[in-house]
């Protein structure tokens, strides 16, 4: 990786919390917002960044061009501490421990913590190096509709239980030795890219800007 801090295009001042959201976001959708606007307040961190992933290595559909999504993304985010990032696609990692560890390396001195939706959580032992994950960074995980109970029964919140903060603490995520993980039960809302894709949605507005 010859890749700088200064080519990722992010600008991470030292000492800061900064939430990592790795998504496909095809397309992104109020969701999305709505839980980075909840982990910055519920977790206390200074910046979240979406990190539009070239594509989700346990996703079989092969999803819309990487720069339409960044695209999308950028116009719907309304926040100032929201931030729109192609890092992981420039730093050439298809997998989250890898693309971490770069960012670890790039920005030292910054506190990251990843964020994923409760559906994650109930797979996430089937990531790669996922206990590498665990040890890297704090794992902040927001609700969503139908995944909450199966979330917190999922293999890494049986294994890792003993690394539970409590939700009345989540403030403290960032600043945990790790590992350290922390559920919020936050405002919900039902939407999904898949059902925006099933719906059509997402094709139309893409044949209506002509990509
Ligand atoms: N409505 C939502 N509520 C909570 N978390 C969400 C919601 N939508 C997306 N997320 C989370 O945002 C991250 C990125 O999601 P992604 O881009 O895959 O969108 P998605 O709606 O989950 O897509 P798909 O329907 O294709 O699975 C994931 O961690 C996911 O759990
Ligand atoms: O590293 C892995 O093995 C891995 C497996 C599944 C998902 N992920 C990451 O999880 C994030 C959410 O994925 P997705 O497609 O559900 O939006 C995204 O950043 C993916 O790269 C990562």
New binding site residues.
Partial sequence: MNLTAQDTGLSLPPGRSVGLL????DPPHAGHLGISREALRRFGLDRVVW?V?PG????HHGPAPLETRMEAARALVDHPRITVSDA?AQLGSA???ETIASLQALFPRVRFVWL?GAD?LRQFH???NWHDILGRVPVGVLARPGDRISARRSVTARIYADARLPSRESRRLSQMTTPAWCFVNVPMTDLSSSEIRARGAWQAAKDARGT
């Fill in positions: 790795g998504g496909s976001f990190l992933s989700n290595p346990l996703k992981e997998f989250t421990a994923m994650n089937l990531w790669q």
